[in-house]
């Protein structure tokens, strides 16, 4: 069963710390991506890589960084967290390529909550 | 820029009813695929069925089926002999051929499943 793992389901964080975010896919897939929800914004592209320290940003990159040194494995950071970074954050894998489906394997999410 | 935009934030229905969800999404693009994805409350996102632009036949998974008008860049979900398990927030998304990974994501539209 493919599978998408984050590092924690929930975590509390205090204003100013440095937080990582792990997220590891078995898949083999190429493209990781990371994604925060928030309600009533949807889905918004934080940063997507396309391979081993290979990084784009997304639509809402301030205040965050990427880290992928392996395939399977690719990190959200934090540098100092502030408050109005509490969110959901999802991750999400696919294979790379454009002519064919590719859709994105999603992880269970990591709710953050910065105090 | 693609948009893709969910015009129904909340939608509800009885248990072994039809329902229908909206998405309608912006592109000048001739090629591209589009999806139905499913969040059920604190559970992992999971694909529901897709669609290529190309393929004028509309795509069915067992009680989920998709009206795609291609003229009028719509692309609605209909579930039928709706279940408990339904329940969820569903989200429309885009991808172009020539995109080799990233999608475009509504804000999400809630189902709610009355028993």
């Known amino acids: 069963d493919v599978k998408v793992t984050q590092s924690s389901r929930y975590l509390v964080k205090r204003t100013g710390e440095k937080v990582f975010l792990e997220c590891v896919q078995d898949m083999d897939h190429e493209n990781m991506f990371w994604y925060r929800q928030d309600p009533g914004l949807g889905l918004r592209l934080i940063y997507f890589s396309y391979d081993v320290k290979m990084k784009e940003k997304g639509d809402i990159p301030e205040g965050y960084s990427v880290s992928r040194e392996k395939k399977e494995r690719f990190s959200l950071i934090l540098e100092s967290a502030s408050t109005n970074q509490t969110s959901m954050y999802l991750c999400?894998?696919?294979?790379?390529?454009?002519?064919?489906?590719?859709?994105?394997?999603f992880g269970p999410g990591t709710r953050l909550t910065v105090l | 820029a693609q948009t893709v935009t969910q015009s129904q934030p909340e939608m509800s229905v009885q248990e072994a009813e039809t329902v229908t969800l909206s998405c309608t999404y912006d592109?000048?693009?001739?090629?591209?695929?589009l999806f139905w994805y499913k969040q059920p409350p604190s559970r992992q996102m999971i694909l529901v069925i897709r669609?290529?632009?190309?393929?004028?036949q509309n795509a069915t998974e067992n009680r989920f089926s998709v009206n795609f008008q291609k003229a009028a860049k719509s692309f609605s979900l209909k579930i039928s002999d709706s279940q408990l398990g339904d329940a969820a927030m569903y989200f429309c998304a885009y991808r172009a051929l020539t995109n080799a990974g990233k999608s475009t994501f509504g804000d999400g539209t809630t189902l709610t499943v009355k028993p």
């Open positions: 999400a894998s696919s294979l790379f390529g454009g002519d064919s489906y590719n859709e994105q394997f």
């Open positions: 592109t000048s693009e001739s090629d591209y695929y």
């Open positions: 669609q290529e632009a190309y393929k004028q």
